[in-house]
């Protein structure tokens, strides 16, 4: 074999071995990042998972407590009603002074189960928020996967 010959075959070889070297290279970094990729989604669809879960509990808490609130509410308008019931004579001092202090607890439960009513629809729509975050990123999760060929669509 020439000399030229042979130094066009190892300088060909030399070629072929760098640019098979160079491909595995690339491919290795991006299995890598796609490796990366799905470890970030994963860790952000769990964070979401407990976000979204924290706030439904949050929430349960929430209407339980408006809900008792709302009992309390009830019980008192019952209380004002028995005694605005009371015949035409009218109600006794003592009575009057129970009364009016019912009426001001009454009056003032209803604002607070108002306020609570408001933040409870505030804190819903946060909650409706989150559970929409985590859906997309578990959207997001499963398009990677499907377009790493490691789960099918």
Not at 3 to 9: D, T
Not at 24 to 49: M, T
Not at 84 to 94: H, K, L, V
């Amino acid at each position: 074999m020439k000399p030229v010959a042979r130094k066009a075959l190892v300088t060909l070889t030399v070629i072929v071995t760098v640019t098979l070297v160079f491909m595995s290279l690339d491919r290795i970094l991006e299995r890598q990042r796609i490796k990366n990729q799905i470890n970030a989604l994963r860790n952000a669809v769990n964070r979401s998972r407990i976000t979204a879960d924290r706030c439904r509990e949050r929430l349960q808490t929430s209407q339980g407590a408006l809900l008792e609130l709302g009992i309390v509410i009830d019980s008192l308008k019952g209380i004002i009603e028995r005694y605005e019931a009371i015949p035409a004579r009218g109600a006794s001092a003592i009575n009057y002074q129970t009364y009016r202090l019912v009426l001001e607890e009454h009056n003032d439960s209803v604002g607070i189960w108002e306020g609570r009513e408001q933040r409870l629809r505030t804190a819903e729509q946060a909650c409706r928020a989150a559970i929409t975050d985590h859906n997309k990123l578990a959207d997001s999760l499963q398009h990677v996967l499907s377009e790493a060929g490691i789960i099918a669509h």
